[in-house]
C-alpha cells in the first residue's frame, strides 16, 4: 500500500544542523498533510511541524524559528531542516502521511519507521 521511509537522522551537536527527509511510495490517490513527530523514551510522541498539500505549515511552539518543513508532492517527499539543534531535541522522529488510497475513500494515517536523532552537549 502505502510506504513511508525516513532519512537523514544522526548524532550532532548542539547548534549544529540537520535535514530529515521522508519519501512515500506505493499505491495512493493523494496525500495531504505530511508531518514529522517525535517521541523521546517514556513520553507521548507529540508533533513537531506539519504542511499542507498547499504548502500551508504549523510547528509546534518549541521548533518555531528553528525548523523548517516543506515538501515536494512530485517527489511525494516531506523535509525537515533543523537549525540550532538543542540536546532537548533528542528524539525518534517520524513521519506521517494523510493517505488517500482511491478517490473517494477517507484519508488514512501512514507513519515511517522513524530515524534517531541525538543532539550531544
Known amino acids: 500500500q502505502v510506504q513511508l521511509v525516513e532519512s537523514g537522522g544522526g548524532l550532532v551537536q548542539a547548534g549544529e544542523s540537520l535535514r530529515l527527509s521522508c519519501a512515500a511510495s506505493?499505491?495512493?490517490?493523494?496525500?495531504?498533510?505530511m508531518g514529522w513527530y517525535r517521541q523521546c523514551p517514556g513520553k507521548q510522541r507529540e508533533l513537531v511541524a506539519s504542511?499542507?498539500?498547499?504548502?500551508?505549515?504549523n510547528y509546534s511552539d518549541s521548533v518555531k524559528g528553528r525548523f523548517t518543513i516543506s515538501r515536494d508532492n512530485a517527489k511525494n517527499t516531506v523535509y525537515l531542516r533543523m537549525n540550532r539543534l538543542k540536546v532537548e531535541d533528542t528524539a525518534v522522529y517520524y513521519c506521517n502521511g494523510e493517505t488517500r488510497l482511491s478517490y473517494g475513500l477517507p484519508y488514512e494515517s501512514y507513519w515511517g519507521q522513524g530515524t534517531q536523532v541525538t543532539v550531544s552537549s
Open positions: 506505493g499505491s495512493f490517490f493523494s496525500i495531504d498533510v
Open positions: 504542511i499542507t498539500s498547499g504548502g500551508i505549515t
